[in-house]
């Protein structure tokens, strides 16, 4: 296990908010992430699908970065995604994003394409030895088609510029043989399996739900560290019904935390959340800590 974590505990996936009109609102972000770090993240990882990375141009990926570097500073760190399925596309996201004063980049496994593990590994060696801040790998198996599998994390783990994983592979045994033979720092990328990953030595989260809840979910890390666990799954427990209707409900959780949030619109092919959804959303979040963070 890392005894520093390289991006700190508590990170938030920050969705990007947009203008009526739909162009990028870099007020916005800063606005939302000096909340968020006020709030207590100690990170914030942009550009990322929850950013509504797939539908935002390089331009905007790297204003955006710009715009939350500045508003933050050293109160947390910025990580940023770089992930697409073309390596010398990775590359050139990676160095713009390192330019633009992100403290380490998030990269996604190529997707569609669905490369054995060799060429997977060769990718993220491709993307580490182009950079000098560090590499957080993203392993989501459900979205690109193809995982990070143990031995090749292992393998990958020697790179002194990949020191982390976001972890949304669902599978808890790989991810504890790994955390147990390497130093890489795994970040839960599921708010259902923070807590338990977290008992297994993982380091923190990336978390969606944290745009809306970061103290919520930072309080059961913070118990669990205290060595109140039973007090840590107390908390844990309290945050599941928010979560389940904004990662589990059929709606993507960038639709369900602008909701919430009252940011913008999303770019299509999403479409807001309804009504109705709306208003079980804000059930939820004011069960779980009063009016809605839009104040709406």
Do not use: W
Not at 246 to 274: C, D, I, N
């Amino acid at each position: 296990m890392t005894t520093t974590p390289p991006f700190g505990r508590a990170l938030c996936a920050m969705i990007t908010p947009f203008t009526d009109s739909g162009e990028l609102d870099l007020g916005g972000a800063r606005k939302l992430a000096d909340r968020l770090v006020a709030d207590g993240c100690d990170g914030l990882v942009l550009n990322g699908t929850t950013g509504e990375s797939p539908t935002t141009s390089d331009a905007e990926k790297t204003a955006l970065v710009r715009a939350v570097v500045e508003a933050v500073g050293d109160r947390a760190s910025v990580v940023t995604g770089v992930g697409s399925a073309d390596t010398r596309h990775t590359v050139e996201l990676a160095r713009s994003a390192e330019a633009a004063g992100a403290d380490g980049v998030l990269v996604v496994t190529p997707y569609y394409s669905r490369p054995p593990q060799a060429a997977v590994e060769a990718h993220f060696r491709r993307v580490a030895d182009a950079v000098g801040i560090p590499l957080m790998l993203y392993d989501i198996p459900g979205r690109t088609g193809t995982r990070i599998e143990p031995d090749t994390m292992l393998r990958l783990a020697g790179h002194p510029r990949i020191v982390a994983v976001k972890d949304c592979a669902y599978d808890l045994l790989g991810s504890t043989k790994v955390i147990a033979r390497t130093s890489l720092a795994y970040y839960s990328g599921c708010e259902e399996l923070n807590l338990p990953l977290y008992a297994v030595g993982g380091t923190g989260f990336v978390s969606t739900v944290a745009n809306v809840a970061p103290r919520q979910l930072r309080a059961v890390l913070d118990a669990y560290d205290a060595g109140r666990v039973t007090e840590a799954a107390r908390l844990n427990r309290l945050t599941i019904p928010l979560t389940e209707l904004m990662m589990a409900s059929g709606l993507p959780g960038t639709v369900t935390a602008k909701a919430l949030l009252g940011a913008g619109p999303v770019r299509e092919p999403l479409q807001p959340a309804g009504r109705e959804a709306v208003d079980r959303l804000r059930v939820a979040y004011e069960a779980l800590q009063g009016p809605s963070p839009s104040g709406l």
